[in-house]
Nanobody, 119 residues
Framework: QVQLVESGGGLVQPGGSLRLSCAAS????????MGWYRQAPGKQRELVAG???????NYADSVKGRFTISRDNAKNTVHLQMNTLKPEDTAVYYC?????????????WGQGTQVTVSS
């Protein structure tokens, strides 16, 4: 059973930065796509950023230029560097893995980590 464990969430002021990490229990070179998703209260879960085994990336328009996703295959870890955070970035952030970016088709999910952007 594949386990994904997120860390790095917390409370940060607007304009601040956070770095989320997702540690996998298996080699992530066997996982075609790794992604970060978020869900705010009363809203649907949405893609934040995805990274493919090729290294190609995909970002939501709302985070382009502010967030960076990366994968460290040697450490089986995926990171999400979040800069210039805004209150609207407040959500539970989930790490996921599988094939493609459609969250309904991804078999591996972490438990989520809370990110709160507030002064």
């Amino acid at each position: 059973q594949v386990q994904l464990v997120e860390s790095g969430g917390g409370l940060v002021q607007p304009g601040g930065s956070l770095r989320l990490s997702c540690a996998a229990s298996i080699s992530i070179v066997s996982i075609y796509t790794m992604g970060w998703y978020r869900q705010a209260p009363g809203k649907q879960r949405e893609l934040v950023a995805g990274i493919f085994i090729s290294g190609n990336t995909n970002y939501a328009d709302s985070v382009k230029g502010r967030f960076t996703i990366s994968r460290d295959n040697a450490k089986n870890t995926v990171h999400l560097q979040m800069n210039t955070l805004k209150p609207e970035d407040t959500a539970v952030y989930y790490c996921a893995g599988g094939y493609g970016l459609d969250p309904s088709r991804l078999p591996f999910w972490g438990q989520g980590t809370q990110v709160t952007v507030s002064s």
